[in-house]
């Protein structure tokens, strides 16, 4: 069953004035006389008369540099010459595309429910078959190709609860506070969603970090709300300023109604692990303000640097007492893309909820009905994520050896890409913390800047040109007036990952002395 939305009806007055401004021209332009000498009807959608919030969504990690890139792979591949042999792609996140290789107990477990006959097959581990039949038991038809709950599949919502409160070290989960979802960014969608209300000055205004994950930008903006920007401190490692986030509170309140405050963290595409007393700063401040607390925790398991260590919002907020926790309304998020899974084709996610108002909460359970459930394989690599592999089960060592080798590499070259670019001179790289990318900051020579509308935009658009290196301007995630970054992933093999630092040292070396 499909659900729809009606649509807006025009009075005979709005028809003949083009329903508010849409169809111009009307007499002129539905029909006209085509070369051949027939009649073609104008188009009914057109760039004038589609929805104009579409238009404002930009998306750079997907941007023109990457459509570029897959230009030049086409040109290489058709023997086209060009001054490198490969376009190495650093723009995104994807992990197996970039050679990281799946976790085999997950794919063992997602091949079983795919094809029950493998079952038979002696091949497999019995962890992996007892999963399997887990999880195909709570499928309808025992088939994964079934429609699941719209909140997801029960018994995975209930293992996800087991697995946040394993983590928070006990603080209590609730299955019906857990929403399974078509990746991270399904959840955060949807909450924003939620929070959108009010017009002019009364508009919800969203708080965001500087830099950002374009997702939350190309958002706010399809939504029509109020994106409000909060700088975070490049000098002291990307950190959030308590005094910065009430700055941007305050002038925001001129125009605007700021209804809530996002946090990523570890941060995309900083890198940063947020202290445990930073957090509950952040808190302090959403309690104070009437926020909304948004944490998007992808890459809960992705710290690298000593001293630094994940604390998830919901386990500080707790324990902070019921002053807080009985109050300030948060929702979580978490997924199969990133951390040592990378399994980002699966779409696989949740959001938990906490301190929802009921009658909201039965809202967004009628809004996830729309949209009919999550994909069933990405909720069953969710299960799999938070229940693996326990001590003594047969693939227990395999997976705690595959785990283990992938987050060590993982950091590794997280220091190997901020020693090398901080040898560059004119590029400066903060310690990669956590997550998967760097966010260094480079000098652009005066010339250039004038020669470019976009310099940041311009050297990483040359640097491909010249060397096959796809990144990301950091214009694409904000940044201060008058500073300019690139981002990279820090993902291509160890191998890989050398040859295109290296390349980058040699481009700006180069591009430097061309605009000097």
């Known amino acids: 069953m499909r659900a729809g939305i009606a649509p807006q009806k025009c009075s ?32 009914v959608l057109t760039i004038d008369t589609m929805n104009p919030t579409v238009k404002k ?3 750079a990690v997907r941007g023109p540099i990457v459509q570029r890139a897959v230009e030049l792979e086409r040109e290489l591949s058709e023997g086209m010459k060009k001054p490198f042999v490969e376009v190495i792609r650093a723009n995104i996140g994807d992990a197996h595309a970039m050679g990281q290789q799946p976790i085999t107990f997950f794919r063992q477990v997602l091949a079983l429910c795919s094809y029950p006959e493998l079952l038979n097959d002696s091949t497999f ?10 999880i195909l038991q709570s499928c309808g038809g025992n088939s994964m190709g079934s429609y699941s709950a719209s909140q997801g599949i029960d018994s995975v919502r209930q293992d996800v609860a087991r697995y946040i409160e394993r983590r928070d070290g006990g603080v209590s989960c609730d299955p019906d506070d857990i929403y399974l979802t078509t990746g991270a ?72 109604n700021p209804r809530a405050l996002c946090i990523i963290n570890p941060g995309n595409p900083t890198g940063q692990v947020q202290s445990r007393e930073c957090i509950e700063d952040v808190i302090r401040f959403a309690a104070k303000e009437r926020l909304f607390l948004m944490a998007d925790e992808v890459y809960q398991d992705n710290v690298y640097a000593d001293g630094c260590q994940f604390h998830s919002f919901k386990k500080v907020l707790f ?43 039965a809202q967004l359970t009628k809004l996830v009905s729309v949209r009919l459930c999550p994909p069933v394989p990405g909720q069953a690599l969710m299960d799999l994520v938070v229940n693996p592999p326990q001590p003594g089960e047969p693939s227990y060592d395999n997976f705690i050896k595959e785990r283990t080798a992938t987050l060590s590499v993982l950091a590794e070259k997280a220091k190997l890409t901020e020693q ?97």
């Open 420 to 516: 090398v670019l901080n040898t560059v001179q004119g590029i400066s790289c903060n310690p990669v913390q956590g997550a998967m990318y760097s966010f260094p900051r480079i000098t652009i020579p005066k010339k250039a800047i004038e020669e470019a509308l976009q310099p940041d935009m311009f050297y990483c658009m040359k640097m491909l040109e010249e060397t096959g290196i796809c990144l990301v301007p950091g214009s694409g995630f904000g940044q201060k007036e008058g500073t300019y970054h690139f981002r990279m992933t820090i993902l291509p093999p160890t191998d890989k990952l050398q040859i295109l630092l290296n390349k980058v040292k040699e481009f700006h070396q180069k591009f430097t002395q061309q605009y000097s």
């Open 57 to 59: 969504v930009e998306y």
């Open 319 to 361: 324990e902070m007492g019921p002053e807080y926790s009985n109050t300030v309304e948060l929702a979580s998020f978490h997924s199969t893309s990133k951390c040592y899974m990378g399994e980002c084709g699966f779409r696989g996610g949740y959001m938990e909820i906490i301190n929802m108002d009921d009658d909201v909460k």
């Open 185 to 256: 960014s399904d959840g955060i969608v949807t909450m924003l969603k939620l929070l959108m209300c009010g017009e002019g000055a009364a508009r919800t205004g969203v708080m965001i970090s500087i830099p950002q994950y374009p997702l939350y930008s190309a958002a706010l903006a399809e939504l029509g709300a109020v994106q409000i920007n909060y700088y975070l401190n490049e000098e002291n490692c990307w950190s959030l300023d308590i005094t910065e986030l009430q700055r941007a509170l305050d002038e925001a309140r001129l125009h605007c």
């Open 125 to 134: 581990p019995e962890d992996a078959k007892s999963r399997a039949h887990r």
């Open 12 to 43: 005979a007055r709005e028809v003949q004035s083009g329903c508010g401004g849409a169809a111009r021209s009307w007499g002129n332009s539905l029909e006209k006389m085509s070369e051949n000498g027939l009649m073609s009807r104008a188009k």
